[in-house]
T-cell receptor, first 112, second 116 residues
Framework: DQQVKQNSPSLSVQEGRISILNCDYT??????FLWYKKYPAEGPTFLIS?????DKNEDGRFTVFLNKSAKHLSLHIVPSQPGDSAVYFC???????????FGQGTRLTINP | DTAVSQTPKYLVTQMGNDKSIKCEQN?????MYWYKQDSKKFLKIMFS???????INETVPNRFSPKSPDKAHLNLHINSLELGDSAVYFC???????????????FGPGTRLTVL
């Protein structure tokens, strides 16, 4: 009963184009969503987040969109750069709870 | 100047053995966590400690016992290791208990445990 799912295990994008990573969730009690980025042999690092009261948050090349009615969020990276090649994890926090629930990650490869 | 460090990075051991993974953070954070990344790649929380006090214990077998000697350290002891314990274990820390929107979790590099 995975409450956070990333249905695309991998994604390949050409350098300079837009990368769109998707995440779906099932629990309407999640109040905060985060994206983490992970390079090989390293731990996940925080990238960007969004509160459930917003539908968009932007930070430089990274934008996260939240569609609460569809229980869907996405991460847009534009323009994509080779250094963006990594595994991206979507995570969600239950309202009033401390723990994060993670998806299984999407491996993004940026091709030159 | 590593923020969250774990040792060892790799651990290969036989079934039935007892092993420990150490975690240290130098960020001055009050809360520390252990996560397990299973074969399906999901990161699942196991435990969290706030100022050496257990806050979260997620239906983990009692063969797993976290120990926090001080708020900068959270070690994970595993007794009677089983094949299904093979996974990557990540330690993390956060300033507070993760309830505030600005409270980011910082992860260590992970420990890959292989049980033969």
């Amino acid at each position: 009963d995975q409450q956070v799912k990333q249905n695309s295990p991998s994604l390949s994008v050409q350098e300079g184009r837009i990368s769109i990573l998707n995440c779906d969730y099932t629990n309407s009690m999640f109040d905060y969503f985060l994206w983490y980025k992970k390079y090989p042999a390293e731990g996940p690092t925080f990238l960007i987040s969004i509160s459930s009261i917003k539908d968009k948050n932007e930070d430089g090349r990274f934008t996260v969109f939240l569609n609460k009615s569809a229980k869907h969020l996405s991460l847009h990276i534009v323009p994509s750069q080779p250094g963006d090649s990594a595994v991206y994890f979507c995570a969600a926090r239950l309202q009033g709870a401390q723990k994060l629930v993670f998806g299984q990650g999407t491996r993004l490869t940026i091709n030159p | 100047d590593t923020a969250v460090s774990q040792t060892p990075k790799y651990l290969v051991t036989q079934m039935g053995n007892d092993k420990s993974i150490k975690c240290e953070q130098n960020l001055g954070h009050d809360t520390m966590y252990w996560y397990k990344q299973d074969s399906k790649k999901f990161l699942k929380i196991m435990f969290s400690y706030n100022n050496k006090e257990l806050i979260i214990n997620e239906t983990v077998p009692n063969r797993f016992s976290p120990k926090s000697p001080d708020k900068a350290h959270l070690n994970l002891h595993i007794n009677s290791l089983e094949l299904g314990d093979s996974a990557v274990y990540f330690c993390a820390s956060s300033q507070d208990q993760g309830l505030e929107s600005t409270d980011t979790q910082y992860f260590g590099p992970g420990t890959r445990l292989t049980v033969l």
